[in-house]
């Protein structure tokens, strides 16, 4: 799990700046879970780091 944590941060980091930027620039919360840019960010960096341990897992 430590390995694939730095994946999950980076993509939840990531998608949240892009995100709010999309929210600022559309001035709509449509397409986002909840309404929320955490929210949806969060949800993104748990996927990316669950399909990065299935990766470390499958080629261990």
Known sequence: ????????AGIAFGSAVGFTLRKKRLGSNE???????FVTS???GIVA?????????VSA
């Open 42 to 44: 969060a949800v993104c």
């Open 1 to 8: 799990m430590q390995q694939s944590a730095g994946v999950g």
């Open 31 to 37: 397409g986002l879970i909840a309404g929320s840019v």
């Open 49 to 57: 780091m669950g399909v990065m341990m299935l990766i470390t897992y």
